[in-house]
Nanobody, 124 residues
Framework: QVQLVESGGGLVQAGDSLGLSCTAS????????MGWFRQAPGKEREFVAA????????YYADSVKGRFTISRDNAKNTVYLQMNRLKPEDTAVYYC?????????????????WGQGTQVTVSS
């Protein structure tokens, strides 16, 4: 029903900023809460941020709170992740995900669709 495509990953230095985008197919984008997760080598998939359908409620992992901002534009079927003051420990593959009618948006199992991921590498 929904295909998600991430973009915007790349190589940056610690302290730099980077913006990720995730564009969804379909005509029901506004019905889905959206989330960003990441997975670093040797680590489990980790919740990063989520945003409810209307964009009025957001959630962040403690590790990124104050540095990352999630937003969405339902008219463009796009969710964004603005990452500021990046740290080497932010290095990971970042995944966009869509959740229909779920409450626990910090949990990966709540999401119905996932993108292919985009690599973010932060050098020291």
């Amino acid at each position: 029903q929904v295909q998600l495509v991430e973009s915007g990953g790349g190589l940056v230095q610690a302290g730099d900023s980077l913006g990720l985008s995730c564009t969804a197919s379909g005509r029901t984008f506004s019905n889905y809460a959206m989330g960003w997760f990441r997975q670093a080598p040797g680590k489990e998939r980790e919740f990063v941020a989520a945003i409810r359908e209307s964009g009025g409620i957001t959630y962040y992992a403690d590790s990124v709170k104050g540095r990352f901002t999630i937003s969405r534009d339902n008219a463009k079927n796009t969710v964004y992740l603005q990452m500021n003051r990046l740290k080497p420990e932010d290095t990971a593959v970042y995944y966009c995900a869509a959740a229909a009618g779920r409450f626990m948006l910090r949990v990966g199992a709540s999401y119905d669709y996932w993108g292919q991921g985009t690599q973010v590498t932060v050098s020291s």
